[in-house]
C-alpha cells in the first residue's frame, strides 16, 4: 500500500467537520475524564507533599541526666553519629537551653518562679528517615526498657508520629485505588464514546472493504481521528488544569501554609512532576484515542 | 476461457443451515447470467462466496482460473478489485456526494487523484447522471442511486460485476433502465452475475438462467425464462 499522507490527513479532516457531533462528544468526554483524573493526581500529589514536609519535622530528643561525665556524653555523641537513620547531631547544654526557654517564654510569670537551672541538656535529632524514628529511639533503652546510662528521657510525640505515618499510609493507598478507578472509569468511558463513533460509520467501512481497501487503508483514518480525539480532548484537559493549579490551588495552599505554620512545604507548581502529570496525561489521552479506534474498528473490519 | 467456475461447492452455515450443495458451475468471460430462484434458495450465499464475504465450507471456487478459496487475507482485496458488487439497497454514503460516493471506491484502493478526476466523471456519464455530481444520495431517486451504485462498483472497470437483486427496490421503468445498464456494461466485455426473483426482467431479457433451489442447481438454461 502507497501511504499518502493528503488522503489520509484529508479524510481525516472532511470527516471531523461533517461528523461534527460526533467528535464533539468524543473530545469532550476524552477532556472531562483525564481532567478528573489529572485534577485528583495533582491533588493526590499535593497532600503527599504536604504530609512528606510535616514528616521531615520528626524530630527526637534524647534528655540527659545532669550527672552525665563528659567522657560518656562525646562517647553518646559520637555514637549517634555513626548510626545511618540519623542526618543531623546537634548538642544543646544546660545553658543553652535555659536561653531559649527564656526567650520563648519572654515577659511570662514563669520565669520569675525558675531559680537555677532546672533544663536538661540534650540532644536533638533530625532523621534521615522519619518512618524509622521508633527505632532510634529504641536504641536508647537497654534490654529491659529502662533508658541507658546519663539519658534521662526520650521524648518524639510518640502518639502524635504513628498516627501520622498509619494515616499517610491509608490515604496513600485509597488515593492510589480511586486513582486507579478513575483512569478505568475514563479508558471505559472514551472507549465507548469512541466505539460509537465508529460504529456511527460501519456502512462506510463496508463499503471500503467490499470495493478492495485494504484493512490498513480502512483503518488509518480512523487511527487517526481517535488520536485526534484523544489528544485534543487532554490537550483540553491539560489548560484547564494549569490555570486550576496555579491560581486556585496555590492560594489555597499558601492559606494552609500560612495558618499551619508549615516550613519548607512543597508548594505546587515549585515542582517538576507536575509537568510530568501534563505530559502524561496527554499521551495517556492519544494512546486511548488510537487504542480505542484500533479496538472499536476489529469488530467492523473483518467482513 | 472461465471467468467464474464454482466445483463442489457446499456452504454449510454456524447454525447448520445449508446455503448451497454441491454445486457445480461454469461462467464463460463475457456472459450475462441470471441466478433465480425464491428467498433462501443460495443466490446471496453464491454471491458473497465469490467476494470471500464469507469463506466455503467445502469445494473451490475459481475467479479468472485462480482458486480463491485458498487465498491469503491479504490478497482478499485484490480479488474485490476485480469484482463489482452492486446492492439491491445501494450502500452509499449519505454525507458524501454523488462524486464522492463514486470516487471513493477509487480513492481506497490507492488511485493517484489525476485517474479520479478522469474516471469518475466518464463512469457517472455512462450511467446517465453526469450533472449530478454534487448531489447528495438523499437528492436522488432511487432509481438514481442505483445507477450510482453501479457506477461506484464499475468505475474501477473490473472484469466482472456481481449485482444482488440490483431492481429488488425498484418500480419495472426504472428497472428496466437499471438493465439496459447492465446490458451496455457487459457489451464492453464485463462478464455479470445479477442474482434477482423479478419474472419479467428475466423473461425480456433473455439471457442464460441459472435457478436454485433449496441451495441446488435446478436448472441452467442458455436463453431462459424465468419459470417454465
Redesign the interface.
Known amino acids: 500500500?502507497?501511504f499518502?499522507p493528503k488522503?489520509f490527513f484529508g479524510e481525516t479532516f472532511i470527516s471531523l467537520r461533517?461528523?461534527f457531533l460526533m467528535f464533539f462528544t468524543a473530545i469532550t468526554t476524552v477532556a472531562i475524564t483525564l481532567f478528573i483524573v489529572g485534577l485528583f493526581l495533582i491533588l493526590v500529589y499535593d497532600v503527599q507533599g504536604i504530609l512528606t514536609s510535616i514528616k521531615g519535622q520528626v524530630e527526637v530528643a534524647v534528655y540527659l541526666k545532669d550527672n552525665i561525665t563528659d567522657e560518656l556524653k562525646s562517647y553518646l555523641e559520637n555514637e549517634i553519629k555513626g548510626w545511618d537513620e540519623v542526618s543531623e547531631v546537634k548538642y544543646v547544654s544546660k545553658d543553652q537551653a535555659l536561653e531559649k526557654f527564656k526567650k520563648e517564654n519572654e515577659g511570662s510569670e514563669i520565669l520569675k518562679e525558675i531559680q537555677g537551672n532546672p533544663l536538661p541538656a540534650s540532644f536533638e535529632l533530625k532523621l534521615k528517615s522519619p518512618e524509622k524514628v521508633e527505632q532510634v529511639a529504641l536504641r536508647f533503652t537497654d534490654k529491659n526498657g529502662n533508658y541507658i546510662e546519663g539519658v534521662d528521657e526520650v521524648i518524639y510525640g510518640q502518639n502524635y508520629v504513628q498516627k501520622l505515618f498509619s494515616i499517610t499510609a491509608i490515604a496513600g493507598t485509597i488515593a492510589f485505588l480511586i486513582i486507579i478507578v478513575l483512569l478505568l472509569a475514563a479508558i471505559v468511558l472514551i472507549f465507548n464514546t469512541i466505539r460509537l463513533s465508529v460504529h456511527a460509520r460501519r456502512?462506510?467501512i463496508?463499503?471500503?472493504?467490499?470495493?478492495?481497501?485494504?484493512?490498513w487503508?480502512?483503518r488509518l483514518p480512523f487511527l487517526f481521528e481517535g488520536f485526534f480525539e484523544g489528544f485534543v480532548g487532554s490537550l483540553i484537559s491539560v489548560i484547564l488544569l494549569y490555570f486550576i493549579a496555579n491560581y486556585l490551588l496555590i492560594r489555597g495552599e499558601k492559606a494552609i501554609v500560612d495558618t499551619m505554620h508549615i516550613k519548607d512545604l512543597a508548594i505546587l507548581g515549585n515542582n517538576n512532576i507536575i509537568v510530568y502529570i501534563y505530559a502524561g496525561l496527554i499521551l495517556l489521552g492519544g494512546l486511548i484515542g488510537i487504542f480505542s479506534s484500533g479496538f472499536a474498528l476489529k469488530r467492523y473490519i473483518k467482513? | 476461457m472461465n471467468m467464474i467456475e464454482f466445483r463442489n461447492v457446499t456452504k454449510v452455515y454456524e447454525d447448520n443451515n445449508t446455503a448451497l450443495k454441491n454445486i457445480n458451475l461454469t461462467i464463460k468471460k463475457g456472459e450475462f447470467i441470471f441466478l433465480v430462484g425464491p428467498s433462501g434458495s443460495g443466490k446471496t450465499t453464491f454471491i458473497k462466496l465469490l467476494i470471500k464475504e464469507i469463506p466455503v465450507t467445502s469445494g473451490n471456487i475459481f475467479v479468472a482460473g485462480r482458486n480463491i478459496c485458498n487465498l491469503k487475507a491479504s490478497r482478499v482485496p485484490q480479488l474485490r478489485r476485480n469484482i463489482g458488487y452492486v446492492f439491491q439497497d445501494f450502500k452509499l454514503l449519505p454525507n458524501k456526494t454523488i462524486f464522492e460516493n463514486v470516487a471513493f471506491a477509487l480513492e481506497v484502493i490507492g488511485k493517484p487523484s489525476y485517474v479520479i478526476k478522469v474516471q469518475v466523471p466518464q463512469v457517472l456519464k455512462l450511467v446517465g447522471l453526469a450533472n449530478r455530481l454534487n448531489s447528495y444520495p438523499h437528492q436522488l431517486s432511487a432509481g438514481e442511486q442505483q445507477r450510482v451504485s453501479i457506477a461506484r462498483a464499475f468505475v474501477n472497470r473490473p472484469p466482472i460485476l456481481l449485482a444482488d437483486e440490483p431492481t429488488g427496490n425498484l418500480d419495472p421503468t426504472t428497472s428496466e433502465g437499471i438493465m439496459r445498464l447492465l446490458s451496455r456494461i457487459n457489451l464492453i466485455g464485463t462478464t455479470v452475475a445479477m442474482a434477482t426473483h423479478d419474472k419479467s426482467i428475466v423473461n425480456s431479457m433473455r439471457r442464460r438462467v441459472v435457478e436454485l433451489e433449496e441451495g441446488e442447481i435446478i436448472r441452467d438454461q442458455k436463453r431462459g425464462v424465468y419459470g417454465v
Not at chain 1, 463496508?206 to 484493512?215: D, F, S
Open positions: 500500500m502507497i499518502r488522503y461533517r461528523n456502512k462506510e463496508e463499503v471500503m472493504k467490499l470495493v478492495g481497501a485494504t484493512n487503508f480502512v467482513v
